[in-house]
């Protein structure tokens, strides 16, 4: 099944993947027949991000990346459609990224699929907290863990996941949405800007 993959800093694994599903990495979005175009967005819905790539909108098949989908014993792949996405296109996505055993979760188009949103969302609270001064960055990552039995607190998650790449997440949601709760902090912003983690007090 022949798959062009739009490369992205943030999903360099996913042509390896492709291949390994047993797909056919083409290099020309026209030359994808029966298959699909692949893409991985931050924060953007499917639709937005093939009309500002100009990319076929009826064969693109978006993937969430926010937690590595080529990861070994991954058990669950979340994909979304454009509007315009042909089903057959839909269809081949699914069926390739359900080979290797993978339950496969299909998605209305949305900004910044499921787990990108609440993801981006309890590190954005968090970061606001910590903006307000309400708490210290480490006792409300100490809160979090010990209240809601959370492996690691807001902070430490957005750390793990990356500052620049939930920045990247919210700010695509804000200007997809216009939701004023998808704007970042300036706590966010700013240690995402100049590489830090979000636990660095000031």
């Known amino acids: 099944m022949p798959v062009h993959v739009v490369a992205e800093p943030h999903a360099d694994g996913l042509g390896a993947l492709v291949e390994r599903l047993g797909g056919r990495r083409v290099q020309d979005p026209a030359e994808c027949g029966d298959g699909f175009v692949l893409v991985a967005p931050l924060g953007e819905d499917a639709s ?3 009309a ?13 990346t926010l937690f590595d989908p080529a990861a070994a014993g991954c058990v669950r792949r979340s994909l979304m459609p454009t509007v315009a996405t042909d089903p057959q296109a839909l269809r081949a996505a699914a069926g390739l990224f359900g080979a290797d055993g993978a339950a496969v979760s299909v998605l ?7 787990a990108q949103r609440i993801v ?5 609270i968090g ?3 910590a903006q307000q001064r309400i708490a210290a960055p480490g006792d409300i990552d100490r809160a979090v863990r010990a209240g809601l039995g959370y492996p690691a607190g807001p902070l430490a998650m957005g750390d793990e996941l990356g ?3 939930l920045l990247q997440i919210l700010q695509g949601m804000h200007a997809g949405t216009g939701d004023p709760r998808y704007r ?11 590489g830090l983690s979000l636990l660095v007090d000031d």
Do not use: N
């Open 52 to 64: 500002r790539r100009g990319l076929p909108a009826a064969r693109v098949v978006a993937i969430d």
């Open 163 to 165: 500052p620049a790449r």
């Open 108 to 114: 209305r188009d949305s900004c910044g699929f499921v």
């Open 48 to 50: 937005r991000y093939a």
């Open 127 to 129: 970061c606001e907290i």
């Open 120 to 124: 981006a969302m309890i590190v954005a």
């Open 184 to 194: 970042p902090s300036l706590w966010l912003r700013r240690r995402a800007e100049l």
